[in-house]
């Protein structure tokens, strides 16, 4: 028998990455702020948590999908999770937080005993429930080993391993979301004018992502425009994770004047 995560945070990514575990013979010990969240899971069998510490076994896993810096730190230190997890706990972070918090959040683990995984993803929750999703990690060689297994069954076709030191993972997570921003937008501003001119902006999609970019970022994210179907510009997380890469590059001393475009391009940034 597998031993019991704790899963924290059952939002739009963590709720399928969750049921992947459940489906893959995990016993799961499942907390969200908002209750009835874990409904769904319960229901496939999953244990509810009345609070995050409640999640954790001593020397196990836990695992959060939160969504900042506080957030992370909150439910880790304030609740007492670190304190219940104690040496020989590994906590996945999944979380797109700041290298500097992620640092931060690995030096009050350290403390305790508690080894700190950064695991951050990349995927829509569509791509979890298809168990296509990318995660990148870095942290202590041994704790990695230990839930790798665990990110797999999460639903990653593949773990890319930035090595030991933390921040890494997450510089690379920020990096990747900016491209995906900066991808995005230019497909919006270009179908617009295909679309502008009466012409097949579906088509065009399907010819430019056969040749030019026949990456999944410009696949999906095309269609969706080209379709009409696009809800991410309604979100807060481009504005989120573009102001992490903007402060991470500020605090190295290097400009963006990319990032700062399309920050005031994003809708009420202008």
Do not use: C
């Amino acid at each position: 028998m597998a031993e019991t995560i704790g899963f924290i945070g059952l939002g739009d990514l963590g709720a399928p990455i969750a049921a992947n575990l459940l489906g893959a013979g995990y016993p799961l010990s499942v907390y969200n702020r908002t209750a009835s969240k874990a409904d769904a899971l319960v229901s496939l069998g999953a244990e509810r948590a009345s609070r995050p510490a409640d999640t954790v076994s001593p020397g196990g896993i836990v695992v959060t999908l939160l969504w900042d810096d506080a957030s992370v730190e909150s439910i880790a230190g304030s609740d007492g999770f670190l304190e219940r997890l104690g040496p020989g706990g590994v906590h996945v972070s999944m979380s797109t937080i700041s290298p500097d918090g992620s640092k931060k959040l690995a030096a009050m683990h350290a403390a305790r005993g508690v080894h700190f995984v950064e695991a951050p993803i990349f995927g829509r929750p569509e791509a979890a429930a298809a168990r296509k999703l990318w995660i990148a990690v870095a942290g202590p060689q041994a704790a990695k080993d230990r839930v790798k297994p665990l990110l797999e069954a999460m639903g990653a076709q593949d773990v890319f391993d930035f090595g030991e030191q933390i921040g890494a993972a997450t510089t690379v997570k920020l990096v990747g979301n900016f491209l995906i921003i900066s991808a995005a937008r230019s497909l919006s501003e270009g179908l617009a004018l295909v679309d502008k001119g009466g012409f097949d902006a579906g088509a065009a999609v399907d010819m430019l992502t056969r040749t030019l970019f026949p990456a999944p970022i410009y696949q999906t994210y095309g269609r969706m425009i080209a379709a009409g179907t696009v809800a991410a510009s309604q979100s807060d997380i481009p504005a989120k994770d573009l102001g992490l890469f903007q402060e991470t590059a500020r605090q190295a001393a290097l400009p963006t004047p990319i990032a700062s475009v399309l920050a005031g391009l994003l809708p009420g940034q202008g």
